[in-house]
């Protein structure tokens, strides 16, 4: 148990449907993290929240919205995916964006598009 | 952009094998991280190394930044250390790109 929590743990969805991604930490941290695992690319860092305002959105497409509505929370909305969006979405979270901060991952959740 | 390369790939060793990670990057870095996912996802982040050695058990990381590699050691290796090791570097902007692993198997 990291202290972060991530919900639905599995999601299939359909190109036209809109779904959201939840995240939750329990650590009191201030920043957190999207990050995007497919099967044939490396981890990539998707989108940063510090103290609830994005610092950082790595030329996600528009597809993927991110909301931070406070610190313990963090969501991505999704909507009119596509099949190559199909991977593990792991959400992260730290003291602050500061370098040396651990991170401490939640289990991720697993999309399917179909 | 900047390119990271870990080596070798894949790894398989017997229980209580040492072995060392590699991770080599292109261009200087502002800092360098490892991490570890385990057989069923769960992603850990061991290090924060940016320059120097730390040991914490029985990993320890060394990186050489001028040389621009970093180092991961394990000693004793095993079962529960079986999984994938990623490293990867923030440079500018706050930019982090992984490599792309190092799948290890500890046989019992």
């Known amino acids: 148990e990291t202290g972060v929590t991530q919900t639905p743990r599995h999601l299939v969805m359909g190109m036209t449907n809109k779904k959201s991604l939840k995240c939750e930490q329990h650590?009191?941290?201030?920043?957190m993290y999207w990050y995007k695992q497919s099967a044939k690319k490396p981890l990539e860092l998707m989108f940063v929240y510090n103290f609830k305002e994005q610092t950082e959105n790595n030329s996600v497409p528009s597809r993927f919205s991110p909301e931070c509505p406070n610190s313990s929370h963090l969501f991505l909305h999704l909507h009119t995916l596509q099949p190559e969006d199909s991977a593990l979405y792991l959400c992260?979270?730290?003291?602050?964006?500061?370098?040396?901060?651990?991170?401490?991952f939640g289990a991720g959740t697993r999309l399917s598009v179909l | 952009g900047i390119q990271v390369e870990q080596s070798p790939p894949d790894l398989i060793l017997q229980e209580g094998a040492n072995s060392t990670l590699r991770c080599n990057f292109s261009d200087s870095v502002n800092n360098l991280q490892w991490f570890h996912q385990n057989p069923w996802g769960q992603l850990i982040n061991l290090f924060y190394i940016p320059s120097g050695t730390k040991q914490n058990g029985r990993l320890s990381a060394t990186t050489v930044a001028t040389e621009r590699y970093s180092l991961l050691y394990i000693s004793s290796s095993q079962t529960t250390d079986s999984g994938v090791y990623f490293c990867?570097?923030?440079?500018?902007?706050?930019?982090?790109?992984f490599g792309k692993g190092t799948r290890l198997h500890i046989l019992p």
């Open positions: 650590l009191g941290h201030n920043a």
């Open positions: 992260a979270s730290s003291q602050s964006r500061r370098q040396g901060d651990i991170q401490y």
């Open positions: 990867a570097v923030e440079y500018r902007d706050d930019k982090i790109i």
